[in-house]
């Protein structure tokens, strides 16, 4: 099934949405450890999310709908890397990869308040396991 949805996706990606992506993947991780280090209501975090929804509204606007593909050591959009390496514990590639999220697709009009929650699942569910 996973196949199917992320066939309806594909289309070539320029080399300009291929640097975006990588950028726009490298924010969110950043996003993501700067909640492990700091509580979420602390203005490092909040300004962190709110730049990460901004970069995204922009490359959304532009690009469309992207969708990232979790593998073990690399993360993908339609089928180019735009991440990889080894998985460190406790980023956000390794917690999507280790609790079996294949993908991860955001589509333009994302609320501030959808990627705060996103990130505080993804914080959340990372000390549970500590």
Known sequence: MQGDILKDTVRALSYQQVEETKKLFNNLLTTSKNLNLYPE??????????????RLETYLHKFGDVTLEIERYKIL????????GPLEEGTLTHILFRDGIGWLQITEGVALEELR????I???Y?????
């Open 41 to 54: 209501n602390h203005s490092i975090c909040r300004q962190s999310i709110q730049q990460s929804h901004a």
């Open 77 to 84: 959009c339609q089928g180019v890397e735009v991440h990889n």
């Open 117 to 120: 929650q996103f990130f505080s």
């Open 122 to 124: 993804i914080h959340h």
């Open 126 to 130: 990372y000390y549970l396991y500590k």
